[in-house]
C-alpha cells in the first residue's frame, strides 16, 4: 500500500509533465495493476483469517466435546451398571416368580390329588363300614337263631337221671368237679350268666362284656370280633343248674 501511494504521488507530481508521453500511459497500467493485485491479496487475507477462525472454532468444538464426554463418562459407566443391575434383578424376578408359578402349580396338584385320595378312601371305609354292620347283622341274626333254636331245645329237653352215666357233661355224685365247658374261659370259674359271643363261644356275661369293651377280640381265637353283642345260652345254663341241682342233692358231692 504504501508503494502505491508513492507511485500515485509521483504520478501526480509528474501528471503534467508526463501526460502526452507514453511514461503516463505505462504508470496508469501500472496503478490498475497494482490496485487489483492490492485487492486479491486483501481476498486472499480475508480467507485466511476466515479459515483460521474456523479452525479455532472447531479446535475449540472438539476441545468442548472431550471435556463433554470425559465429565459424561462417568455418569454413563454407572448409568449402564444401573441398567445392567436392573435388569439383573428384573430376571432374578421373573425366575423367583417362575418357581413361585411351578410350586404353586405342583401344591395345587398335590392338594387336588390328595383330596381325590382322601374321597376314594373314604368311600372305601364307608363302604368297609356298610360291609362290616351287614356281616354284624348276619352274625348276630346267626347267634340269634342259634340261640332261640338251643333254648327251644333246652326247653323240651327231659331233666336227666343224674346216674353215673348221665350225658352231656352233667356229673355224677362221684365227680363234684364241673365240666371244663362249665368254666367261663376267661375268668376259669363256674358260669351263672353264660352268654354267646359272635365268635361261637360262650362266656360268662360280664367277663365278656368287660373283655369286648378292653380289647373287642375273641379271647378263644384271637380275632377281632365283628360286633360286641352278646346272647344267652339258654342251653348252656340249664345245665349249669342242673348240675348244681345234681351236686347239691344228699350224696350227691358239692361242686
Not at 326247653?155 to 346216674?163: A, E, H, N
Not at 352233667?170 to 364241673?178: L, M, Q, R, V
Request: with cysteine; net charge negative; hydrophobic share 50%.
Amino acid at each position: 500500500e504504501s508503494a502505491l501511494e508513492v507511485l500515485r504521488q509521483s504520478i501526480g507530481t509528474h501528471s503534467v509533465l508526463l501526460q502526452d508521453s507514453d511514461v503516463l500511459k505505462e504508470a496508469q497500467v501500472l496503478q490498475r495493476r497494482a490496485a487489483k493485485a492490492l485487492k486479491k491479496k486483501r481476498q486472499k487475507q480475508k480467507q485466511l483469517a476466515a479459515k483460521a477462525q474456523a479452525a479455532e472454532v472447531a479446535v475449540a468444538a472438539e476441545v468442548a466435546a472431550a471435556v463433554v464426554a470425559t465429565e459424561e463418562q462417568p455418569a454413563a459407566e454407572t448409568a449402564a451398571a444401573e441398567v445392567a443391575a436392573a435388569d439383573t434383578m428384573a430376571a432374578d424376578v421373573l425366575v423367583a416368580n417362575a418357581a413361585e408359578a411351578v410350586v404353586a402349580d405342583a401344591t395345587a396338584g398335590a392338594v387336588v390329588f390328595a383330596e381325590m385320595a382322601a374321597s376314594e378312601v373314604a368311600a372305601l371305609e364307608a363302604a368297609a363300614a356298610e360291609a362290616m354292620v351287614a356281616e354284624a347283622a348276619v352274625a348276630e341274626a346267626a347267634v340269634a337263631e342259634v340261640a332261640a333254636a338251643q333254648t327251644s331245645a333246652g326247653d323240651m329237653l327231659p331233666l336227666p337221671s343224674f346216674t353215673p352215666s348221665s350225658t352231656r357233661g352233667i356229673p355224677s355224685a362221684e365227680d363234684p368237679e364241673p365240666p371244663d365247658e362249665y368254666l367261663c374261659p376267661i375268668t376259669q370259674e363256674l358260669m351263672k350268666d353264660p352268654v354267646f359271643a359272635t365268635d361261637g363261644h360262650t362266656y360268662e356275661r360280664y367277663a365278656i362284656e368287660r373283655w369286648l369293651t378292653i380289647k373287642g377280640t375273641s379271647p378263644k381265637m384271637g380275632g377281632m370280633l365283628d360286633t360286641t353283642s352278646v346272647f344267652p345260652n339258654h342251653v348252656m345254663r340249664r345245665q349249669i343248674i342242673e348240675w348244681r341241682e345234681a351236686c347239691a342233692r344228699p350224696g350227691g358231692g358239692t361242686g
